[in-house]
């Protein structure tokens, strides 16, 4: 049964850097993609980062190309999303997922596999 563990969020100002973390465990297949998705009060969950696994694919929505890294640990099934120069409307709950295993992500790839998601980890970017 898959399960995800996110961690790492807090309240940051304008411009701070945060790092999350997502530990991922009950894999049917021992290859397997991620991605971060997040949910701002009153929106809909939408798409922030993916990342395949053999090749190392990414991908990231434009409103943090530039700011965000996505990278992960395959000894501890874990997945990061570095963020850099935080803007308030990064406000949100960040949640991964695992996403379908491709070679190349763009919007319609990098989407969640499953309706499976961890209790997600609060950012808030606020002065």
């Known amino acids: 049964q898959l399960r995800l563990v996110e961690s790492g969020g807090g309240l940051v100002q304008p411009g701070g850097s945060l790092t999350l973390s997502c530990t991922a465990s009950?894999?049917?297949?021992?290859?397997?993609?991620l991605g971060w998705f997040r949910q701002a009060p009153g929106k809909e969950r939408e798409r922030v980062a993916c990342?395949?696994?053999?090749?190392?694919?990414?991908y990231y929505a434009d409103s943090v190309k530039g700011r965000f890294s996505i990278s992960r640990d395959n000894t501890k099934n874990t997945v990061f999303l570095r963020m850099n120069n935080l803007k308030p409307p990064d406000t949100a709950v960040y949640y991964c997922?695992?996403?379908?295993?491709?070679?190349?992500?763009?919007?319609?790839?990098?989407?969640?596999?499953?309706?499976?998601w961890g209790q997600g980890t609060q950012v808030t970017v606020s002065s």
């Open positions: 997922a695992e996403v379908p295993l491709y070679d190349v992500y763009g919007d319609y790839q990098c989407r969640p596999r499953f309706d499976v």
């Open positions: 009950g894999f049917t297949s021992p290859y397997y993609a």
């Open positions: 990342i395949g696994d053999m090749k190392g694919a990414t």
